[in-house]
C-alpha cells in the first residue's frame, strides 16, 4: 500500500470517528432533553419564618424562596413552589404529586423513605414553656407535661424516642404560638427560628423561657427513595450556584454585620481584634466577679437550704414523733391489709386483743388466723371499701385468751404507686363493753316487757273487777229503790185517804198534811238515787217540755217548807211571771230543790232564803 493510500485511510478512519462521536453526542444531547423536565414541583412548610412564610397578600417568602428562584435562573427549569401545611407537604411528595420537599430535617425514620441533599443550615430545637413553670432542661424533665407540637414535626419522632406520649398536634408552627398564647398548652417543642419570630411578632417573648437545644437538626432537600435522576438534578442545579450569591441570600434575610464606611479593612479587622481581645477580658472579668457572686450566692442559698433541710429534718422528725405517739394513745388496733386480707403493717397499743403477737401475722391471712365466720366479715368489709372507698360498722367477735371479745372495724382505701394493687387501712375497736350494755338492755327490755304484761294483765283483772263491782252496786241501788218505793207508794196512798177523810181533827189533817209532804220529798229522793244509777249506768234519759219557771220553783218551795219551818227560816220568791223554759220539768225541780235545801241546811236559824230567777241572754240565771 503507497504513503498515499495510507494517508487517505487515516483520514477516512478520522473522519468516521468524528461522525461517531457527533452522532453519539447527538443521541445524548436528545437523551438528556428528553430526561430533563421543564418544571418541578417542590413543597415546602409555608409557615417557617425566615426561611419561608407568606406576606401579607398571601405570596410565599423567604430565604428559600429567593434560594429556589436562584436554581430556577441557573438551571432554566421552572420550579413550582407550593407552600401548605407541614404534613400535607410530606404526604404530597410521598404520594408522588411533588417532585422535592425543603427544610426537612434528616431523621433515622425518614431516611427509610426519602433520599437527602446535603445540609445547609443547622437548626437548634429547644422545649418552650410558659414564665411560671421551672425545671424544665430536657425531654426527661417533661413527663407529665401536654406537649404542643406540629403535627409530622421531627420533634415528635425524638420525643417519642425518650419515651414520651402526651401530645397536642396542631398544623403549623404559628398554630402552636397562638394554643400558647390563649393557655391551651403551657409547653411546646418548636424550631427557635420560627419560635422566636412569632414569639416577637405576638409580643409573648416575655411570657415564655427556652431550654437548652433537646438535639440541633439540619436542614435538606429531599427527594422520594429511590428518584436518582431527580435527585442529580436538584444537586446539579444547586452546584451552578456561587457561594456568594448563596451568602448574599442569607445575609437578605438573616442580616449580616454593620460595616463602617471608609474604614480600611485592615484597621477594621485590627479593630475587631482588639475589641475582642478586650471584650474577652472584660468577660472573662465579669465571669470571675459573677462567678464569686455566684459562688457567694449558691453558698448562701446552700446554707439557707442546709438550715431549711436541718428544720425539715425536726419538723418530720417531730412529725414522726407526734404521730407515733397519737398511735400509741389510740385504743383501737390499726392493720394494714392487701386485697387478699394478707397483713401488711399491725399497729397495736393492747397487744392482748390481737389473735397472736404482731411479728407472726404479717405475711399472713385473716383465714389463716380467724374464725371462719370472723375472717369472712374482713373480707366483706375490705371488698366493700374496695368498691366505696371505705367501709364502716363491721363487726366481728373473736375467742381470745383473755376472753371473748367484740370488735368494730372501719376500712379505708390507700392508692398505691408503681401499679401495685390498693391496700386498705382497717381500725379494729374494741366495743365489748357496749355489746354487753347492749346485751344487758336487751335482757332488761324483756324483763320490763314481762313487767308490763303483767301490770297490764292485773289491770284488766281490776277493770273487770270494778266493772263487776259497779254493776252489783247498780243492781243493788236499782233493787233498793224499788223496794223502798213500794212502801212509800202505800204510805202516801193511806196518807191521802186519812186527808180525804173529813171527820179528822184539823190537828190530825195538818199532820197528814206533814206525812204527805215528807213522803214526797222521800219518794223524790229514792228518785234521785234511782237517778245517780241511770247517770252512773250512762242511761239518763232526758224529756224536754215547755215549763212555767214560776209554777215550777212554787212547787219546789212548797216541798221544803218544812224543812224551812223547822229551822224557822222564811222563803220567799220573786216575781217570774211570763218566765218559760224548754227542759225537762223533773230534772230541773230536782236542781231548785237541790239548791234550796242547801240554802236552807247551811243558814242559820232565823234566817231568810230568797228565790228568784231571771234570763240571762238565751240561758236561765237563778
Known sequence: MSVCESGLWRKLRRMMAWLWCLFLGLSLSAHAQQATPGRITVVVDDNYPPYMFRDHAGRLQGLRKDVWDLWAARTGIQVNLVGMDWAKAQAQILSGQADVIDTLFETPQRKATYDFGPAYSDIEVPIFFHESIAGIANAESLKGFTIGVKEGDACVDYLVSQGLQSFRKYPSYEAVIDAAAVGEVRVFCEDKPPATYFLVLKQLEHQFRSSPPLFIGQFHWAVRKGDVLTHKLV???????????????????????????????????????????????????????????????????????????????????????????????????????????????????RAELLVMPPAQLLGRRVQEVMPVEAADGVMQALHEAAEHGAAFNTQISLDLPSGPRWFELSVARKRMSGGQRDHFIVLSRDVTDRKLVEQALARHGDELEKIVHERSRQLVEARDASESASQAKSEFLSRMSHELRTPMNAILGFAQLIDMDATGSPRSRAHVQEILRAGKHLLHLINDVLDLEQVESGRVTLLPEQLEVSALCAEAVALVQPLADQQEITLSMGSMNDLALMADGTRVKQVVLNLLSNAIKYNRRGGHVWLEAQPEGDKLDG
Open 235 to 349: 444537586q446539579d442545579g444547586f452546584a451552578r450556584i456561587s457561594s456568594a450569591e448563596m451568602r448574599e441570600v442569607r445575609d437578605r434575610w438573616l442580616g449580616s454585620a454593620v460595616e463602617v464606611a471608609g474604614v480600611p479593612a485592615y484597621l477594621r479587622y485590627g479593630a475587631y481584634t482588639l475589641l475582642g481581645i478586650g471584650a474577652v477580658a472584660l468577660l472573662l472579668g465579669m465571669w470571675n466577679i459573677a462567678l464569686r457572686r455566684r459562688v457567694a450566692l449558691r453558698t448562701s442559698e446552700l446554707s439557707v437550704s442546709l438550715r431549711q433541710l436541718t428544720q425539715a429534718k425536726h419538723d418530720a422528725e417531730q412529725t414522726l414523733a407526734q404521730l407515733h405517739a397519737t398511735l400509741e394513745a389510740i385504743p383501737d388496733l390499726m392493720f394494714e391489709l392487701d386485697l387478699d386480707g394478707r397483713y401488711v403493717d399491725v399497729r397495736a397499743s
